[in-house]
């Protein structure tokens, strides 16, 4: 199935001087920009004089980290100005040409609210939006909300759907929270997400008769490697220098689904069920276990686990500690010893895996056989959760609820109000171009 | 909208919510797509219509396309939770869901179109629609001048092998030169390719064209534009898109069924069964198309009327294409065999997957 | 046969790939400019919704055709605002295109899933065959978006702006402006893309629609190198795949239609390991500011 209609930190790689590899591309790549120039200058533009490498000034953060080369350090000067604006990259190198009538955008940064106040106005002002969608839509908004406290908080089942709806996100956005800390951007997490189920249904499928505390373990870690080899691949291209891996990773979100689906629709194609194309249920040995009546399951373990390493990682460990520094300045990172290569393909794997698990849970706890169309949507949701949480275990807490408190409402209210899903999606977005207008770039 | 006001008008707006007016009984439904697809989501909401109509106090809870996942859980247990007590999860791929639901939920009885899991509150339906395609077959057997017909499969399940079978048998009936074309788009509901599926199979010359898929209209609108005929399945209401390439369509007629279903939920009398039922019952013949001969009609009516008395064209001895001798003289293949199929007779090309 | 089943495919390839050329047309434009929009599949279906909505309107497919452009331009300045006013993160600002792409289309679209809409005709070259316009107009808009790009001044800004937002900027260009051109121009061809998807191939809307292609059409730019006239082929390329399976179908071949839909993609991604080796980068340089690291 397409990806689901109903689907229900920022990742900026802290980039600032240019590691060797990086100096020759610019070259190459200057040589481009110097055409450009000299074709501008052709065309009658002014050719501004001392120009030293305008890519560093382009490049670096919007924060004008100071990590830079000196050369770096030297055109940031104005160091307050945290969008690091071609604008202001101009000005300071250039003494020849004015700034332009009006800079795009405000040079000064505007004060920015205490983080609590700013989450509390982006709720009311989601609630708001929220009632004049439904109105627009010919809803009662009253009702709604009313609705949203009766079926979502105020029952048992409706409460625990919360978490299960929480599970996969929280991995998903671990797995791009993680190597985003060495600047590297994973938007892959549906792909691992399919790999990890799929290794994990062939445990389940070739093992069905281990008894469960043998065959559960088996099939995490084959999760976790299903994953963690869909993700290793990006990484290890981008190691290389060879395939930028925003690119490799969407472009095996698509490969992984068309392998499952091959999969159950050939040689895992259940014959009990010979009418319909998925995998043979899974013994109950191989389903994780579910928390009393509701659908909360281990995979709620596996990610507040994946949140509490990564916390504590990034924090408290030489690994992390590492990362970070890959993430700030990944030259002088290489020059000091530090494995950026190994350090990078590990981080990806790991992302994977966290991925791969929840691709594990999905099968195992929730759906009990690996079926098509199994995520709608949960390696990007999880993308969006991690960039909004600012990388920050809280954060990734916090807003992994809060979609899957957006979700929920979304389903209560197609039932009593016949609203049609496409709204909860608008609303969320929404609210996200807003909290993405607000945020100054750079803002980790 | 401040908070003071939001919890001030907390009362009134529970005081608003509406007493609970003389239902008689909740029904909740679950459609994989949309209830205007012109196809199977639509044939299921007319029926569950027809349902409400026929029954004065029913309300009926709704919800379009929720996917085949464990989303289906959760909307399902929210209609639960308002109250519904019958329960028609209506595509094939919500059977586990519900029958997990039923499990938790012993006084709501649910009714799921397709599958074969049973329980005391758990109970199985669908139209027998195999030997229905026998009359479709003839009457495309009988139009067709290039004596290639083709078939747009949504997912190559048993069920719509059969239904291939059965409108290749149907047609070599009347015309032993036909042959039948099938191109699976590999989803139930994927528009560009039922497109391009059905481009393909006019491409090779099929000059009538038919399908299983969630929803006809674009196979089609896509035969009436490329000016070959064409045979509609899922809803009567098909027709209004092809009005010159209309031969004639199948149409599945749920009312009855779930009339029945909630009046003995209402009574206290529900009794979980697999009910097929065919043509006659819950399926029906569409009105013909103009270009369409009465002598051909009346070969298709008469086929039809051999159907509904229980004629099975899956009847011995049958060669697959083969050469496969597939059922002895005098065996036949039921109903309840019928999704373990997985060879197509003589006169269709290709292998099923 | 085999000529004849050759010309099936080509026909089915250029039908399926012509939606696919104008997003990948549609992307290119504002990657030159140096912003990648990941929500395009927000905007082809924003494109797809309107042009079935509008069509059935005003009872003409080309009015609808007209109708998507706009409201994809309209989709891709939202992006735009957000992205170079506001200075936020490209990935996140595409991926909330994506659902607000979803969450619109599928409300405006909503009335007319299944209904009957008036759709692109097909307007017969004898001797070649029968394509509906916007197939006919594909490859020529694909060569005046080359010349627009590599032949004009406006071109030479956008590149430079795609290229070092500061030199084209102390070179007298708003790089700002020219990204917003970029970006509305690019907007209008991925929502003719969207609206090709609806109004001449599945013939309605339905939510959900466009399956994936924008993002294809993402992976499609890095294909043709972010070169207009490599578009046509890598779309033809693309659509081909799904054109070739559901052809050797009909003619009896037994293929897995998963392995051959796969192929287009390992293919990309064969082609950039090899192209990594190559050292030398077709991508703007400033393509996503950083956010596209280095490629």
Known sequence: ?444 | MNRRAFLAAAPLIFAALPAAAKTVLKVGAIYVGSVHDYGYNQAMHDGLLAMKQAIPGVVLLEAENVPETAEATRVMEGMIQQGAKLIFATSFGHQQFAFDLAKQHPDVFFEHAGGWMMAPNFGNFFGATQAAWYPMGIAAGKMTKTNTLGFVAGVPIGFVIGNIDAFAMGARSVNPKAQVRVVVTGGWSDKAKEAAAANALIDQGADVVTMHVDSPATVIQTAEKRGVYSIGFQSLAARRLAPKGWITGLGFTWGPFMTATARSVIAGTFKPGFVREGLGQMMAIAPFGPAVPPATRALVMAAAAKVEKGFNPFTGPLTDNTGTLRLKAGETLGGDKMGDLDWYVDGVIGKPK | MSMNFALAVLASSIQSGTSLLYGTLGELVGERAGIVNLGLEGTMLIGAAVGVAAASAADDPYAGVAAAALAGTAANLLLGYVVIGRRANQLAAGLTLLLFGFGASALIGGPFVGAVVPSLPDLDVPGIGGFDALIWLAVPAAILLWCLIFRTRWGLAVRATGEDPAAAFAAGHRPDRLQYQALALGGALGGIGGAHLSLALALSWSEGMTAGRGFIAIALVIFARWNPLWAVPSALVFGGAEALQLQLQATGVDVSPFLMTMIPYLLTLLVLVLWGFNRRSAAPAALGRGFLGVE
């Open chain 1, 1 to 444: 199935m397409q990806l689901d209609p109903h689907p229900h930190p920022n990742p900026n790689p802290n980039r600032t001087s240019p590691t060797k590899w990086e100096r020759s591309r610019r070259a190459s790549a200057e040589g481009e920009g110097r055409a450009l120039r000299l074709a501008l200058a052709a065309h009658g533009a002014p050719e501004t004089a001392a120009h030293g490498t305008p890519k560093t000034a382009a490049h670096r953060t919007p924060e004008g980290n100071t990590h830079g080369t000196p050369q770096a350090a030297a055109q940031n000067t104005p160091k307050n100005a945290p969008h690091g604006t071609p604008e202001t990259a101009a000005r300071a190198n250039s003494n020849t040409r004015p700034p332009a009538s009006k800079p795009p955008s405000p040079a000064a940064p505007r004060r920015p609210l205490p983080p609590g106040v700013r989450h509390v106005l982006i709720g009311l002002a989601s609630l708001a939006i929220f009632a004049v969608l439904l109105l627009a839509a010919g809803k009662d908004p009253l009702r709604a909300y009313a609705d949203t406290l009766v079926y979502v908080f105020g029952n048992v089942y409706g409460f625990s759907e919360l978490f299960v709806g929480m599970t996969p996100l929280l991995l998903t956005a671990v797995a791009v929270a993680l190597p985003a800390r060495l600047g590297l951007i994973n938007v892959g997490g549906e792909g691992q997400l399919y790999m990890g189920a799929w290794l994990a249904t062939a445990g389940a499928l070739g093992f069905p008769t281990l008894p469960a505390w043998l065959l559960l373990p088996l099939m995490t870690v084959l999760g976790f490697a299903g994953g963690a080899i869909w993700a290793a691949l990006p990484g290890v291209l981008r190691a290389a220098r060879l395939v930028n891996e925003t690119i490799s990773t969407l472009l095996l979100n698509y490969i992984a689904p068309l392998i499952v689906s091959f999969f159950i629709f050939g040689p895992w194609r259940s014959s009990e069920s010979a009418s319909y194309p998925e995998s043979p249920a899974f013994v109950p040995a191989a389903r994780l276990p579910t928390l009393g009546g509701t659908r909360i399951n281990a995979g709620l373990l596996f990610g507040l686990a994946a949140l509490a390493l990564y916390s504590v990682l990034m924090r408290r460990t030489r690994w992390g500690l590492e990362m970070r520094a890959i993430g700030g300045n990944a030259e002088a990172s290489r020059r000091l010893g530090i494995p950026v290569a190994r350090h990078m393909i590990t981080a990806m794997a790991v992302a994977g895996g966290l991925a791969g698990m929840a691709g594990m849970a999905e099968v195992s706890a929730i759906q009990g056989r690996l079926v098509a169309g199994l995520s709608p949507g949960y390696g990007f949701m999880g993308f969006l959760v991690a960039w909004l949480a600012g990388g920050s275990a809280a954060g990734i807490l916090v807003m992994a609820f809060l979609f899957s408190v957006i979700s929920s409402v979304g389903d209560i209210l197609q039932i009593t109000q016949s609203v049609p899903y496409a709204v909860v999606n608008l609303l969320m977005a929404v609210i996200l171009f807003i909290v993405l207008g607000q945020r100054p770039a750079g803002r980790r």
